[in-house]
Nanobody
Framework: QVQLVESGGGLVQPGGSLRLSCAAS????????MGWYRQAPGKQRESVAG???????HYADSVKGRFTISRDNAMNTVYLQMNSLKPEDTAIYYC??????????WGQGTQVTVSS
């Protein structure tokens, strides 16, 4: 079985920071990419950041310069360091993992709320 466990969400004030973690386990096979999506109420899920096996990263324009995605050496855990948080960042953040055989896995999501 495949399991993605997200952690690190919470309530922070504008300008604060959070670090999200996603630990992957199970029969995923070789991981091609790991990333983060987010979904606010009434809106579609959107890509926030991703990192592929070769180390390349991408970010949504709205988070560039504020968020940093990284992974551990074994590629079993992906992180999202979120700095200078804004109320617009409030959403449920989902971890996503893709393998080399086009399988796609999702975590249950972790709530990030940015509010004073």
């Amino acid at each position: 079985q495949v399991q993605l466990v997200e952690s690190g969400g919470g309530l922070v004030q504008p300008g604060g920071s959070l670090r999200l973690s996603c630990a992957a386990s199970g029969s995923i096979s070789s991981i091609y990419a790991m990333g983060w999506y987010r979904q606010a109420p009434g809106k579609q899920r959107e890509s926030v950041a991703g990192i592929i096996s070769g180390g390349s990263t991408h970010y949504a324009d709205s988070v560039k310069g504020r968020f940093t995605i990284s992974r551990d050496n074994a590629m079993n855990t992906v992180y999202l360091q979120m700095n200078s948080l804004k109320p617009e960042d409030t959403a449920i953040y989902y971890c996503n993992v893709r393998n080399w055989f086009n399988a796609n896995y999702w975590g249950q999501g972790t709530q990030v709320t940015v509010s004073s």
